[in-house]
């Protein structure tokens, strides 16, 4: 593992959604469970990539029925397809923000998707561990990976949209680069 890699720390990341409801408001929730990495390389963004796995069980919209609905085979069939996953295919840089172009599979459909990202940071933490922080947000049709199910209003519209706006927060770890001669020593010991 090269010294540019870094982990996603979910407990101080955020991964949350929202998507028109009956038209006229917003329904907000969030991924509570994932994991990733990213390979940043500072002179060459070029060869950077990311990696993120979400467990789409893990839907949470903050009304439980709601989310048994999403985790149905209407939405994302969580049974069939327990994985959301975003690979990044190439990245720009233009100074401390990022285009991030990527595939994201949801449903078992994989579409192109591009992150607009921003770097918030780099800091110690009390551990002694290196950390990073990013915001990236973008649009998705949900449509457009098989997630077609929906209720016409009687007044006119659908019951849920089909663009979902999405915004993450993510911090991440430094991974420790083991060092070869240590490990040596200790594997002749």
């Given amino acids: 593992m090269s010294s540019n890699t870094w982990n996603v720390d979910a407990s101080h990341s955020s991964l949350q ?12 929730g969030a991924f509570r469970s994932f994991r ?4 940043l390389d500072e002179r060459d963004a070029a060869l950077s990539n990311v990696d993120v796995v979400i467990d789409a069980a893990s839907v949470d919209t903050a009304e439980p029925r709601r989310d048994e609905h999403l985790r149905s085979s209407d939405f994302l069939d969580v049974g069939t397809y327990p994985e959301l996953r975003y ?8 100074g401390d923000r990022y285009q ?8 078992g459909v994989t579409r192109p998707v ?3 990202a921003e770097f918030q940071g780099r800091g110690q933490d009390p551990w002694g561990g290196e950390r990073a922080a990013f915001s990236a947000k973008t649009s998705v049709n949900r449509e457009d990976f ?8 009687e007044a006119g519209g659908v019951l849920v949209g089909t663009k979902i706006d999405i915004d993450i927060e993510v911090q991440a770890i430094r991974a420790v680069q083991a060092d070869p001669a240590r490990a040596g020593a200790s594997a002749a010991a």
């Fill in 17 to 28: 959604f929202s998507v028109r409801h009956m038209v006229i408001s917003k329904v907000r």
């Fill in 36 to 39: 990733g990495a990213f390979e």
């Fill in 87 to 94: 690979r990044s295919r190439a990245i720009e840089r233009r």
């Fill in 100 to 107: 991030i172009h990527g595939d994201l599979t949801i449903h």
């Fill in 114 to 116: 591009t992150l607009e």
């Fill in 146 to 153: 098989g997630l077609t199910w929906n209720q016409l209003l």
